[in-house]
């Protein structure tokens, strides 16, 4: 094996390799979760300032589209004035509405977005997968050290006692 390959790491190195990658693998999942809650947040806003804008017709153009609306329909139909006014009111009530029920959608929406719960899952098959993992240790021989060791009377119980 070659030195890319790991082979001829001392254990500081890999240790340090092993943290710098988690750490990315952290900023990464984090990097994710904002970017779908910034997702959700942006459909919230939406939904909201559909409501406003609901809000804001049924408040500011009642009183000039009621009396605009109510002469037009008198005069295109001659009824009676009080009934052009109520048909007048009729039709703005029906925009708000409309306005609302949009602004209800978006919050829907926002309330079933999965972004958090995505990254959620993610990082928690991230740690079942890092539980899992055994370390392989490689034997160390004479002949890879050029050193002459000599093996323990009890090899197992030190295995035993280091993991």
Not at 35 to 53: C, E, H, P
Request: net charge positive; proline share 4%.
């Amino acid at each position: 094996m070659s030195a890319a390959d790991g082979a001829d790491r001392s254990l500081g190195q890999l240790v340090a390799s092993a943290t710098a990658e988690m750490s990315a693998l952290v900023h990464d999942e984090i990097a994710l979760a904002k970017a779908q809650l910034r997702q959700d947040v942006k459909r919230a806003g939406i939904g909201s300032g559909a409501f406003l804008a609901a809000g804001a017709v049924l408040i500011f153009s009642l009183p000039m589209l009621s009396f605009a609306l109510a002469y037009g329909i008198q005069s295109w139909s001659g009824w009676h004035l009080s009934v052009c006014f109520l048909l007048s009111f009729a039709a703005n009530v029906l925009v708000a509405v409309l306005l609302a029920l949009i602004g209800v959608a978006f919050a829907k929406k926002a309330k079933k977005g999965k972004g958090p719960q995505k990254t959620v899952a993610s990082a928690k098959e991230t740690a079942a997968v890092l539980q899992n993992v055994k370390p392989h240790p490689r034997p160390v021989t004479a002949s890879t050290t050029g050193l002459s060791i000599e093996k323990p009377a009890d090899t197992a119980a030190v295995a035993r006692s280091s993991s």
